[in-house]
T-cell receptor
């Protein structure tokens, strides 16, 4: 069973702080990693994807990947109340087709 | 582009009834997926399709069937609805391969989700 794990939270941070979201995965053959944001009652929307070890920055968001440790994280700088949502980590696992495994999500609350 | 559309938005079924959840995408994506999301949980893959005429089971396929006769449409069929199928169902699509794709190369493998169908089985 290929698994993706996340802390369910809630993770509470004050406005302006850095929020750090973590994700671990079990399939060493995984090559593609995605972070989706999901507001309550809405569908997931892509924030970032990362393929290579190291950091990838996009505005206030930074994704970090460490394949040796099977760990991927998302940092949100200058957190805003509008960032309050559930963040889903998704991993494209090896094998035929495009099979994605999602983690349970971490609920983030940014306090004004 | 409308993206991924799903109908209906909400439905109540009685135990044993059947229904079809509709999903259509207009982005010429070759891959399509059906997920279910239970409260406070992540997405579980039900079925996916890599192209018209080709479908495969995901993690939780029991009680569901799919078909893919066109690139655009990927309906999900529930036969003999059970309370355990109460959930929110999301359809998604993505592109894999060479050629033109909406959004450019960085769009490869990104899944675009529909608005979801909330299903209650009583």
């Amino acid at each position: 069973q290929k698994e993706v794990e996340q802390n369910s939270g809630p993770l509470s941070v004050p406005e302006g702080a850095i929020a750090s979201l973590n994700c671990t995965y079990s399939d060493r053959g995984s090559q593609s990693f995605f972070w989706y944001r999901q507001y309550s009652g809405k569908s997931p929307e892509l924030i970032m994807f990362i393929y290579s070890n190291g950091d990838k920055e996009d505005g206030r968001f930074t994704a970090q990947l460490n394949k040796a440790s099977q760990y991927v994280s998302l940092l949100i700088r200058d957190s805003q109340p509008s960032d309050s949502a559930t963040y889903l980590c998704a991993v494209k696992v090896g094998g035929y087709g495009q099979n994605f495994v999602f983690g349970p999500g971490t609920r983030l609350s940014v306090l004004p | 582009n409308a993206g991924v559309t799903q109908t209906p938005k909400f439905r109540i079924l009685k135990i044993g009834q059947s229904m079809t959840l509709q999903c259509t995408q207009d982005m010429n994506h070759n891959y399509m997926y059906w997920y279910r999301q239970d409260p406070g949980m992540g997405l579980k893959l039900i079925y996916y399709s890599v192209g018209a005429g080709i479908t495969d089971k995901g993690e939780v396929p029991n009680g569901y069937n799919v078909s893919r006769s066109t690139t655009e449409d990927f309906p999900l069929r529930l036969e003999l609805a059970a309370p355990s199928q109460t959930s929110v169902y999301f359809c998604a699509s993505s592109y894999s391969g060479s050629g033109t794709v909406a959004g450019g190369p960085s769009d490869l493998e990104t899944q675009y989700f529909g608005p979801g169908t909330r299903l209650l089985v009583l």
